[in-house]
């Protein structure tokens, strides 16, 4: 690393921070999370180890950073789709699926878009996601207990592990699009 490099480095820590975070999650869809090891976090980063715990205090605290990151942008999503539909029983679930197949069918690269289902069913991070699920159904009552919409949820997550990670071929394109269709018809008053 310059010197210049590195005097940049130290007079933007929000980017150094960044930089963890996303080659966290470059080294998570490599290696997957239980490899994971903070000298590969910090080595592609292009930061010392050092540095990396300057940010964070424990490998724990990087990947509970990295899940909230992925968390906040899927909420971001979430209610910019909110936004652009009426306010009615079901919006959370509409845009829950919406989200859910759009990422899904973004896809281009493998392990595209970072976090995938089998580090997410890691104990630790399974709990943060339960957690956050249960907060933003929370601001939608009747939503967590409507059967018809619990499905749609369901449906989006399970074509989600199935497909997550990895673009989509023509067929499963078709499926994705013909899942997601039935999926919203449920979000519909029944």
């Excluded at 930089?19 to 998570?28: K, N, P």
């Excluded at 929370?138 to 399970?158: I, K, M, S, V, W």
């Amino acid at each position: 690393m310059s010197a210049s490099s590195a005097l940049t480095r130290r007079k933007a820590p929000d980017l150094v921070r960044q930089a963890l975070l996303d080659a966290t999650a470059r080294v998570i869809s490599q290696n997957g999370l239980a490899a994971l090891t903070v000298q590969q976090v910090a080595d592609a980063a292009g930061v010392s180890k050092g540095a990396l715990f300057h940010h964070f205090s424990s490998k724990q605290a990087l990947l509970d950073a990295a899940l909230t990151g992925m968390l906040d942008d899927f909420e971001q999503d979430l209610r910019a789709h909110m936004q652009q539909a009426p306010a009615s029983h079901g919006c959370f679930t509409r845009a829950y699926v919406e989200v859910t197949f759009d990422h899904l069918l973004r896809q281009t690269r493998d392990n595209d878009i970072g976090l995938t289902m089998a580090n997410l069913l890691e104990p630790a991070m399974l709990a943060r996601w339960r957690q956050w699920l249960r907060t933003m159904l929370a601001q939608f009552p009747g939503e967590a207990d409507d059967p018809r919409l619990y499905t749609a949820r369901c449906a989006a997550d399970g074509y989600w592990a199935t497909a997550y990670g990895r673009p989509l071929d023509e067929d499963e394109r078709r499926n994705a699009l013909a899942m997601a269709t039935e999926a919203m018809k449920l979000c519909m008053p029944g």
